[in-house]
């Protein structure tokens, strides 16, 4: 595919993981933010070749693995009543709630169907006029445009049995809170190129500045990701704390206006749980009050109870770099892509799952 091998080039791969060896001096610790970029960076095993001394601390960038266990059980909830049809995106359905997931609830007789696009889901409403169709609208800035429209397609056509159950949550707060925690260890990030090519990078300033770490704009193939690792080095090693944009090819400064507009009309900032890392305000989208009509949680009068994670899984530490999967001591034993016990191991951006399709055991797994 043209614009794609460009960016896998073995020889190109090499100059910048040899540049990287001259210009890092001193040990660094940079965190992608992006569940993609974690998954090429293992399956490309980039993390493995990167200098002694510079390591990726792998961030909670997957939308699946850090929707709380609460909007599960409200989804399963919600799914199991005889008059609804859910629909969601493949990857939910496997996600663990605290007694369940989706895939159960379809097990057992209920109408949950997988979708391509929330506008799908719509179209399932006006095909099924006397069934109630919630949507699951989860993910971070980049799938929040395409649920918006559906919201508003739904409410311009007055297809009246269709919701949405919103879990949205939304990239730069939840880095400031990182970089708040005690335990932190970031020193730099890659910022995700889908995100900002949607967003832009303005919000993302005023983060390298307060907290004095270098923020890269980044894609998603190898060498994206390599001269991204090293434009986050050469700051570091400079003393210098800038927003760069390595994925000039996709993103622009104020990133797509019709998007946000259409956001803004649609959803508006709340407080959000992170599953595995709490509450951070701000950090969220729900409905503004003209669409509150089409809030499945309102339609269907559920309560949000935060529930425990499974006592085995540490997705909570995964989730904020502060361990990786091999730490954990159900990792590839009791909790398998086939067999999860968190979200971490369910999607494909998920970083269990990332570390166990590439075969990564406790004793491979990188550790500096």
């Not at 696009?117 to 980049?142: H, I, K, M, W, Y």
């Amino acid at each position: 595919m043209k614009y794609l091998d460009e960016y896998r080039d073995p020889a190109l791969a090499r100059r910048l993981l040899a540049e990287l060896r001259v210009v890092a001096t001193r040990p660094w610790a940079i965190m992608e933010v992006c569940g993609g970029q974690t998954h090429t960076l293992v399956r490309q095993g980039i993390d493995e070749l990167l200098p002694a001394g510079i390591r990726m601390i792998h961030g909670p960038g997957c939308p699946v693995c850090v929707t709380p266990l609460e909007m599960i059980d409200q989804a399963v909830a919600i799914a199991a009543r005889p008059e609804v049809i859910f629909t969601s995106y493949g990857d939910m359905l496997r996600v663990p709630g605290s007694s369940g997931d989706l895939l159960g609830v379809k097990a057992r007789g209920g109408d949950v169907r997988v979708v391509y696009s929330p506008l799908d889901a719509v179209t399932v409403a006006q095909q099924n006029p006397d069934r109630e169709v919630v949507f699951f609208a989860v993910g971070f800035e980049t799938t929040a445009p395409a649920n918006a429209m559906a919201v508003l397609h739904a409410a311009e056509a007055g297809v009246g049995n269709f919701s949405v159950l919103v879990s949205h949550v939304l990239v730069p707060p939840a880095m400031t809170a990182i970089l708040d925690a005690p335990d932190n260890q970031v020193q730099g990030f890659l910022a995700a190129g889908h995100v900002c090519a949607v967003m832009g990078w303005t919000e993302y300033e005023p983060i390298a500045s307060k907290y004095r770490v270098p923020i890269v704009v980044t894609g998603f193939e190898p060498l994206d990701l390599l001269e991204g690792i090293l434009m986050v080095v050469r700051q570091l090693e400079h003393g210098r704390a800038e927003l760069e944009n390595q994925y000039a090819r996709a993103v622009r400064r104020t990133g797509n206006t019709a998007a946000q507009q259409v956001i803004r009309r649609v959803f508006r900032i709340t407080a959000r749980n992170w599953r595995g890392i709490g509450v951070i305000p701000g950090s969220g989208l729900g409905l503004t009050p003209e669409f509150a009509g089409l809030d499945a949680q309102r339609r269907f009068r559920v309560t949000t109870e935060v529930s425990d994670e499974n006592h085995d899984c540490i997705a909570g530490d995964i989730l904020r770099g502060t361990a990786l999967p091999t730490d954990c001591a159900a990792y590839g034993i009791r909790c398998t892509p086939r067999h999860p016990l968190g979200a971490p191991m369910v999607s494909a951006e998920g970083t269990c799952a990332a570390f166990y399709t590439a075969g990564r055991s406790p004793l491979t797994g990188v550790v500096r």
